[in-house]
């Protein structure tokens, strides 16, 4: 067992919450990043609460944002991690249209604000930013470490600056940081705006009689799409590396949106062109055609492989859709996302 302590960033969110079962199981003291909010954000992570009162807890949580860069500084000043994940962020692209300004300010600068934190406290930290395989656009598949970045929109924009100013930290200031380039990963957890967690909801929805059409953009994008729990473990062994690099995480395969369509509806029995409506407000200004990464160096340095893929994704979302109990449907089509 492990007795280090690690910071997680974005720890109410689906890689958050995996992340943080990661640690604790291996020993881990978690210390968590959460922002205030008029509501609790917690239920990904509420299966792990322990009291705070009691003293060997080994969950605790804390008030910040990544706009708050003195808060930020002041959080690593009092727990002193030996390691830092920074997963918090403005995640999806569609709404990054919407709000360009705010997804820079917390997707990108929130990087900047943490390690400068960690330059200015001079811990001696280990720091994982989640950059992201939207970072090479249209760059044509595979896409592998080496490839080049033509980020598609503000929120790839500000993932590829996170990228530069995590890799500008480890040469001048020799921070131990690491990009993980992390290529579509979902769950039963994955937000409910994210297009296989409302395929797999709606399917299971239409099965139950509760909703008859589900509302969809582009079908014909294609996706690498793996399986949350997987690529957590990536995470962490990136750094336990002796020597900090970038590491592409991914399954190497892609299906299309209409592909995951068809493995959701199929698995729960029903022919999805009955009830698909296509809806242009789900369309992005500007679309990211085809990704399927390379992730042999992962495989080769870290010992780390997929083993779930789209098909059995999709089996794995639509079960857990169909065992949950049934909630009202939250599509929120105003916004696009
Ligand atoms: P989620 O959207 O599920 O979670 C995002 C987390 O960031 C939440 O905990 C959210 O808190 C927190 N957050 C957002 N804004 C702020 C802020 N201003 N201050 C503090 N916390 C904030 O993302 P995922 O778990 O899917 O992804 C984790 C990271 O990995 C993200 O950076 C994402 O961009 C990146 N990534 C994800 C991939 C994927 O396929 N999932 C692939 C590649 C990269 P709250 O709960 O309060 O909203
Ligand atoms: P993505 O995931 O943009 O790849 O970013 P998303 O699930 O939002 O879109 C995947 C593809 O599906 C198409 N699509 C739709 N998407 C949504 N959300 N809703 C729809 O109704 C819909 N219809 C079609 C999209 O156009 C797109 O081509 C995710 C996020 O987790 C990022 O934070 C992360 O960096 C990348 O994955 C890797």
Not at 77 to 82: L, N
Request: glycine share 8%.
């Amino acid at each position: 067992m492990s007795d280090k302590t690690a910071l997680i960033t974005g720890i109410t969110g689906q890689d958050g919450s995996y992340l943080a079962e990661l640690l604790l199981s291996k020993g881990y003291l978690v210390h968590g990043l959460i922002r205030r909010s008029s509501t609790f954000t917690t239920q990904r992570i509420d299966h792990l609460y322990q009291d705070p009162h009691e003293p060997d807890a080994r969950l605790r949580l804390h008030y910040g944002d990544l706009a708050d860069g003195s808060r930020i500084a002041a959080l690593l000043e009092g727990i002193q991690p030996d390691e830092v994940y920074h997963l918090a962020a403005q995640s999806h692209v569609r709404v990054s249209f919407d709000e360009p300004e705010f997804t820079g300010t917390t997707t990108g600068l929130g990087t900047t604000r943490l390690l400068e934190a960690i330059r200015m406290t001079g811990l001696p930290c280990r720091f994982y930013q989640a950059s992201s395989s939207e970072m090479f656009g249209t760059t044509a598949p595979p896409q592998s470490e080496s490839s080049v970045f033509h980020p598609r929109s503000p929120y790839a924009a500000a993932k590829v600056y996170a990228y530069w100013i995590t890799r500008n930290y480890r040469e001048a200031y020799g921070v131990h940081a690491v990009n993980g380039i992390l290529f579509n990963h979902e769950s039963p957890r994955r937000g409910e705006t994210f297009v296989t967690r409302k395929i797999a909801r709606a399917a299971a929805r239409i099965a139950r009689g509760e909703q008859d059409a589900l509302h969809l953009g582009n079908l014909e994008a294609r996706r690498d799409w793996g399986y949350a729990p997987e690529y957590v473990d990536a995470m962490w062994r990136m750094l336990q590396q002796d020597e900090p690099g970038d590491f592409v995480v991914a399954t190497g395969t892609s299906y299309s949106v209409r592909d995951f369509l068809t493995f959701c509806f199929e698995h729960a029995g029903l022919d999805w062109e009955k009830h698909i409506r296509f809806d242009e407000r789900y369309l992005r200004p500007s679309e990211v055609p085809d990704l399927v990464g390379d992730a042999s160096k992962a495989e080769r340095e870290l010992g780390w492989k997929a083993t779930v893929h789209a098909p059995e994704l999709a089996r794995i979302m639509v079960d857990a859709e169909l065992a949950a109990v049934p909630a009202p449907a939250r599509e929120r089509s105003l916004t696009g996302a």
